[in-house]
């Protein structure tokens, strides 16, 4: 009796597990009504016609669930026939009139079975309906890829094998080469990406959501650590790209690949080189050959040390053979001789002549002292021999303080020179008007123009000193008086040649009024600064050009 009991109570206890286990999702329809103003079905882009010449009707179908996926659900009208296409997030259901009824099923719910749409389908109508699905409880498993090498820096990317699904970014690992997510139960396949390795794939299934599914992956090298040398400064270009001077190490995936070490003015030398997989290697590049020429030199006279770019290549003549092309300096040195360079070129296998004339050291010493013997006695020689111009500025100390200009010239020794001084600054005096009886002040300013006649005489080779003697016009005027006075002058110019064309010039003179107006006399008892302009003493300075 007891075993019956518990044979029963065990058929009971497996029938509710299978019935559980079996046990499906619900949708159902929210609603269903004609959209009067829809006229989709009689656009020419959108229309269907039947066999019988009758526009389908369609039903656009929607979901109150936004990630629902309409294209999982079956229509089913009887014998009427049905066309389902998918537009943006509308299902659009195409069916011939009359239909009444309609059976919609979908994996994993519970069918519809011909569900009464309450109307009568028209042809060339559009309808709207609207489903309420339940949302699956999706079950996830915790799926962790432990990488290595840990340095890989990883991607992994997963595929489901639902149909329809597209390949996703999974995650990149971390410093331990790690990277865990939680997915869905189900089946799937994976990629593990990673520079300098082989793409690794694989297939894994979650059916146990309460473990960490750990997916252990070798990544296998794909590449090799190579390093390059050349004995030269050369260039090292691997498949026509720059790495580096004399060396180079890096990383370079398995393939083949063209090395070349190029250097300006030597040939381009070109290795080609295999790398496979985890196969590290050091690879010792032929250096570039250097493009030459020879270069046949001579000098006047022969017995000439011959320096290039530096380096001792023995006597003249010689050939020297394997000169690198381009441009270089050549000096030839003899006991005797002035040492003398010159600059030549080389062109590639071909030979480039040169031949350098010396100059007498004794031979060059004599022009010298001939050349600066003649120049001393130019310059010792009398004005009287030359010629010149002058121009120049000058400032004036003394009785009259002011600043002018002179311009002259040296004819066979004969000096001739005009010049103009503007007193520096005004003088007040005071004024009586006999009309108004009144007393008020002027100011007064002077300006000396006039000429002078001299003689030069040099004095060594950079110093002229001319005696001169002339005259000119003191005009004194302000505040509507004015008047004048003729005036002597006797002096001496020193001329301080700085270069062959520029100097200083130095002149000390005296100035004698000897005719006055009567207003100057006038004007010279009330101020001795008017006085001191007419007669007086100065020192004119000067800086003047020589043409």
């Known amino acids: 009796m007891k075993r019956k009991l518990l044979l029963g109570l065990l058929i009971v206890l497996l029938g509710s597990i299978s019935a559980g286990a079996q046990q499906k999702l619900k949708f159902s329809v929210s609603s269903f009504e004609l959209d009067p103003f829809d006229t989709t079905p009689q656009n020419k882009v959108y229309e269907k016609i039947d066999g019988s010449g009758f526009r389908y009707a369609i039903i656009k179908v929607s979901s109150t669930n936004p990630d629902d996926n309409l294209m999982e659900y079956n229509f089913n009208f009887g014998n009427l026939k049905s066309i389902v296409e998918q537009h943006d997030n509308e299902l659009w259901v195409y069916v011939q009139k009359n239909a009444k009824l309609v059976t919609i099923s979908r994996n994993g719910y519970t069918t519809l079975n011909k569900y009464d749409l309450k109307t009568t389908i028209q042809d060339g109508k559009v309808y709207v309906m609207l489903l309420n699905a339940a949302k699956p409880v999706v079950y996830t498993q915790m799926v962790q890829f432990n990488v290595t090498p840990a340095n890989a820096g990883a991607v992994v990317t997963i595929k489901s094998n639902n149909a329809n699904s597209q390949e996703e970014m999974f995650g990149t690992t971390d410093v331990t080469g790690s990277v865990a997510k939680a997915l869905p139960l189900g089946t799937y396949t994976y990629k593990i990406i990673a520079n300098n390795y082989h793409t690794s794939e694989g297939r894994l299934t979650l059916t146990d959501r309460n473990k960490t599914q750990k997916e252990i992956v070798n990544l296998k090298s794909n590449a090799a650590e190579m390093t390059f040398n050349v004995d030269t400064d050369a260039d090292i270009y691997i498949n026509g790209e720059y790495k580096g001077k004399r060396t180079w190490v890096g990383i370079l995936k398995s393939g083949n690949y063209q090395v070349e070490c190029r250097l300006p003015n030597h040939h381009t030398t070109i290795q080609y080189v295999t790398v496979t997989d985890g196969n590290n290697q050091t690879v010792m590049l032929s250096a570039p050959a250097p493009m030459t020429g020879t270069l046949a030199i001579t000098s006047t006279p022969l017995g000439g040390n011959i320096i290039i770019d530096g380096k001792d290549y023995g006597v003249t003549p010689r050939n020297i053979n394997d000169q690198m092309i381009g441009n270089h300096i050549v000096t030839i040195s003899m006991d005797g001789y002035k040492s003398k360079s010159q600059y030549f070129n080389i062109k590639e296998n071909e030979t480039t002549t040169v031949d350098v004339v010396l100059e007498s050291i004794l031979k060059r010493k004599q022009n010298a002292r001939s050349k600066e013997k003649a120049t001393k006695v130019a310059n010792q020689t009398n004005a009287s021999s030359t010629s010149c111009g002058y121009i120049q500025a000058s400032a004036q100390v003394g009785t009259m303080m002011g600043y002018g200009a002179n311009a002259g010239a040296y004819i066979s ?130 800086l003047y050009v020589r043409f």
């Open 413 to 542: 020794g004969f000096n001739i020179e005009a010049y103009a001084t503007m007193t520096m600054a005004k003088e007040t005096v005071p004024m009586y008007n006999t009309s108004t009886l009144a007393t008020s002040e002027a100011s007064i300013s002077g300006m000396m123009f006039g000429g002078k006649l001299g003689w030069g005489i040099k004095a060594g080779e950079s110093v002229r000193i001319t005696p001169q003697i002339g005259a000119g016009v003191l005009n004194v005027s302000g505040d509507g008086v004015g008047s004048n006075a003729t005036c002597a002058t006797a002096g001496v110019r020193v001329e301080i040649d700085f270069t062959n064309n520029v100097g200083l010039s130095l002149a000390p003179e005296g100035q004698f009024a000897v005719s006055k107006k009567e207003v100057f006399k006038k004007l010279e008892e009330v101020s001795s600064k008017i006085k001191g302009w007419g007669t007086g003493a100065n020192l004119r300075i000067g």
